[in-house]
């Protein structure tokens, strides 16, 4: 498999947190005591209403937010080093490099390239981008991109990596159709490939392409996880239904 990630995902899995919390600097908490499983297989998405603190949760995840309580454990190991190296994000709003798209994904290849490997590896770098339909843009500065390229781009870097974990915050959010589908082929492709994707998104259509199982957050807190298809014909929590009647809850 092309894109298969470097160690097969049962590797990292399962994903555990155990009452895991975040408190901001300003005394403010942000995530209440998460407990939660996420097993390889399944594509999980997490949703919940803007605020419920999902950016904050692939934070910690990923490692760029240090848990104030409770723990996170990849295959019953702490988060290391070493695990957030097989690990990607893709942010709300992209990150790019003020370089060449080309040069973006040179960055990241070189970065993990294999000692004795052949650097760059412009086969890879053009494969990836031709994967995105950002190919013939190779040369230009990735920040002249639009919006929905750069995304692209960024998801072309994360799967550089071919990361065994790829987190997308929002990876569709400012997208036309046209490349909002391009951008589920290409994650399904990766989950097919056998990376573990943990996806927010607030379309519930896309969610419902995707998701094998949802995480549903709201106000820092966990309020209900299920697989996809009872989540959405038959959701338990009243938050999970309002939001998916698109009703507000206070
Ligand atoms: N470093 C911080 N210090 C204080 N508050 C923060 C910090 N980071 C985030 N917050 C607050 O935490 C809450 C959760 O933020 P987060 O970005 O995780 O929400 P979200 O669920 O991703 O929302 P959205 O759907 O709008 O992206 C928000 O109210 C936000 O203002
Ligand atoms: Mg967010």
Redesign the pocket.
């Known amino acids: 498999m092309r894109d298969a990630p470097s160690h097969g995902f049962a590797s990292l899995l399962p994903l555990q947190t155990c009452d895991l919390t975040f408190t901001?600097?300003?005394g403010?908490r942000?995530i209440h005591g998460i407990d939660l499983t996420l097993d390889a297989g399944s594509l999980t998405v997490v949703m919940?209403?803007?605020?419920?603190?999902?950016?904050?949760?692939l934070r910690l995840l990923h490692g760029l937010l240090e848990p104030t309580g409770g723990t996170i454990k990849y295959a019953g190991e702490p988060l290391s080093d070493a695990i957030r190296k097989r690990q990607a994000l893709v942010f709300?709003k992209p990150v790019l490099l003020r370089r060449s798209v080309a040069a973006n994904i040179d960055f990241v290849l070189k970065l993990r390239a294999r000692p004795g490997s052949t650097q760059p590896d412009p086969v890879r770098r053009d494969e990836l981008l031709d994967q995105v339909g950002l190919l013939d843009r190779a040369a230009q500065p990735a920040r002249q991109l639009s919006g929905g390229e750069q995304q692209r781009l960024a998801l072309a870097r994360a799967l550089a990596t071919r990361p065994d974990i790829l987190f997308l915050d929002?990876p569709t959010a400012s997208l036309d159709p046209a490349s909002t589908l391009m951008i589920e082929q290409i994650t399904s492709d990766a989950h097919a490939a056998g990376t573990k994707i943990i996806c927010?998104t607030?379309d519930v259509a896309q969610a419902r392409r995707l998701a094998g199982d949802v995480v549903f957050?709201s106000n820092g807190h966990l309020i209900e996880t299920a697989n996809a298809d009872d989540f959405f014909s038959n959701p338990k929590s009243r938050e999970a239904q309002a939001y998916l009647e698109g009703r507000l809850i206070v």
């Not at 919940?48 to 949760?57: I, L, R, T």
């Open positions: 901001a600097a300003n403010s942000l919940g209403p803007n605020g419920a603190g999902k950016s904050v949760f709300q929002e927010v607030h957050l």
